[in-house]
């Protein structure tokens, strides 16, 4: 039976919760802490989601009501790894944080943590001020639950990095670990990001982990359907999106790494690759996977939208204001809106979607979207065909009401040239020359307009790949074009690459090692952890830079030095158990 329990600090991860009621129930053993708080003593608590909640609210009946669903939200990353799934998985989890250990091991597969490549942090993280102000508030620290999320590096309330402490984050022993001054000592190797940071990069890192607090703070509900249409609404807005609705990944990729920078994206595990399964492609897609939050929250700031803002709207059309006018000056019905026929394309040269608008009058014209206001729908990029009623219109200018050319071109709001021709046409008066350059022009642009089209479907291709895909096109530009072919075609791109030698400082690392073993013991000690040999192994697997020591010890003289002085032999570690 549990005689008194610590009241959670603000934002204290429930895992501190319990070690700070093992040290003031003045246990001499962490099993007989267990023992109160479970009723058994073999547990182990996970410091993100701890089992068998079920039997911990039970007991703290005694102390009064007990609100189980505000202990998990307010305590636990429960609604930043849930926000983002669906309503089935999201309760499953907060299902199994009530059974026993052995049962809830599909938490972290179910949340994304497991097959995600974002990966937690291996230490426990504290802020040095936020340190301080608890010793002078509180007398005592405590882990902060909001900053083992993998995505806050640094403190949003006092705009600095995190620091790694000596306390393992996920222990392989039944122990529970507070946070102390001891273990949470200040040095700049323990630094989660160092000090050489841009005022942008920092802003970056200060932004993304007020957002990422924020999502673990607040209960969404979010509908993956409206939440993919948003991104692919967000994405036209930015050119991103194809005519045909698909996404250019190329251009989003390079334009993403450059609105973030390789760094950031790199400390936050997030730079994305250039294969098929990169998580930046996956998220854009029609069946949105489990991804892990951190990737949500960079595809939202960088399409402008906060978690404050999640509003969920329906997927915009590139031109919405329908029906659309027609803008034909000749007819009756001019900026009436009568189209209701319409083709979507791409521009070759903005990648943005062109609107091919036509009227039953036989105007027919062209639209570069998307429209940003109502105003958008009466400006036409260009006319396909002016029409019958529009060439009556002219025929009426020039031969009844005896205008010129420039006068009916003034009434027209056209080009005077424009006028000449289509006259010229319709009467019969264009010559054979006229006729062949009119005819060429309009096939040597569509040409052109082909060979940029197929450029841009294929970023990375040389002129020998593009020719192969489309000989023909090739073949005609090179005959009748060839001067604007070899403009406009890819050069071979020779590409220089230096090989990087990273170099380590070993006495530093040195010094690194040691301080960590050194604080390791400290801890040890304190809480009384040691119960087997203490080997090279052991002591590597407790301050996790095993690989390290087993393989470069040579090149660590102090730490090798003070191993040789800690480690027991076998027949040293019998004796030290008889004494106890």
Not at 112 to 140: H, R
Not at 413 to 434: A, F, S, W
Not at 500 to 521: A, F, M, P, S
């Amino acid at each position: 039976m549990l005689s008194n329990f610590p009241t959670p600090y603000p934002d204290e991860l429930l895992y501190s919760v319990f070690a700070r009621y093992y040290i003031q129930s003045g246990n001499s053993s962490y099993k007989t802490a267990l023992k109160e708080l479970y009723g058994y003593e073999k547990i182990y608590i996970a410091p993100d989601f701890p089992s068998n909640l079920s039997c911990i609210f039970k007991r703290l009946e005694n102390f009064g009501t007990v609100n189980h669903e505000d202990i998990i939200r307010e305590h636990t990353p429960f609604l930043y790894f849930t926000s983002f799934l669906h309503k089935r998985i999201k309760k499953t989890i907060y299902e199994g944080l009530f059974i026993p250990a052995p049962k809830m091991n599909g938490i972290h597969y179910s949340s994304g943590q497991v097959p995600s490549t974002v990966k937690e942090s291996k230490y426990f993280k504290f802020c040095t001020e936020c340190l301080k102000e608890d010793i002078l508030q509180y007398g005592e620290t405590y882990w902060r639950m909001s900053f083992q999320l993998p995505s806050v590096l640094f403190c949003p309330q006092h705009q600095r990095s995190l620091y790694y402490s000596s306390v393992i984050f996920r222990q392989k022993k039944l122990i529970l670990v507070p946070a102390t001054e001891l273990n949470c000592f200040i040095d700049e190797s323990t630094q989660c990001v160092d000090g050489s940071l841009s005022i942008n990069e920092e802003e970056l890192f200060i932004t993304i982990a007020r957002e990422s607090i924020k999502l673990s703070k607040t209960n969404f509900d979010i509908d993956f359907e409206k939440l993919r249409k948003l991104y692919k609404r967000m994405l036209r807005a930015k050119g991103f999106i194809t005519s045909s609705q698909r996404v250019r990944q190329s251009r989003l990729r390079q334009n993403f790494i450059d609105f973030f920078g390789a760094r950031v994206l790199n400390l936050l595990q997030s730079y994305p690759s250039d294969k098929e399964h990169c998580w930046l492609k996956v998220i854009t897609r029609k069946k949105i996977s489990i991804l892990h939050p951190i990737r949500h929250l960079l595809m939202m700031h960088y399409l402008g939208i906060s978690v404050d803002s999640l509003n969920f709207g329906a997927e915009s059309h590139p031109f919405e204001y329908a029906p659309y006018p027609c803008l034909n000056i000749a007819a009756k019905h001019y900026k009436q809106r009568v189209i209701t026929d319409i083709d979507i394309k791409r521009c070759t040269e903005t990648g943005n979607p062109i609107g091919v608008f036509r009227c039953s009058c036989g105007f027919i014209y062209t639209r570069l979207g998307p429209d940003n206001d109502e105003g958008s729908m009466y400006l036409y990029r260009s006319v396909k065909e002016y029409g019958e009623e529009w060439i009556n219109k002219v025929i009426e200018y020039v031969d009844v009401s005896k205008h010129s050319f420039r006068a009916t071109a003034k009434l027209l709001n056209v080009d005077t040239n424009t006028v000449i021709k289509n006259y010229k046409l319709e009467k019969g008066l264009l010559t054979t020359k006229e006729k062949d350059n009119s005819h060429n022009d309009k096939n040597t642009q569509s040409y052109r307009n082909s060979w940029l089209e197929l450029i841009k479907d294929n970023p990375e291709a040389i002129s020998k790949e593009l020719r192969k895909l489309n000989s023909a096109l090739y073949m005609k530009l090179y005959r009748n074009d060839k001067d604007w072919l070899a403009r406009n075609s890819p050069k071979l791109k020779i590409q220089k690459t230096e090989k990087i030698i990273y170099r380590v400082d070993w006495k530093t690392r040195d010094e690194q090692i040691l301080l960590k073993i050194k604080n390791y013991l400290l801890i040890e000690r304190k809480y009384k952890l040691k119960t087997n040999r203490r080997s090279k192994k052991s002591v590597g697997l407790g301050i996790g830079c095993l690989s390290l020591i087993e393989k470069h010890l040579n090149k660590m003289p102090l730490t090798k030095l003070f191993l040789q002085s800690i480690v027991e032999e076998k027949w040293e570690h019998r004796e030290n158990l008889k004494l106890r």
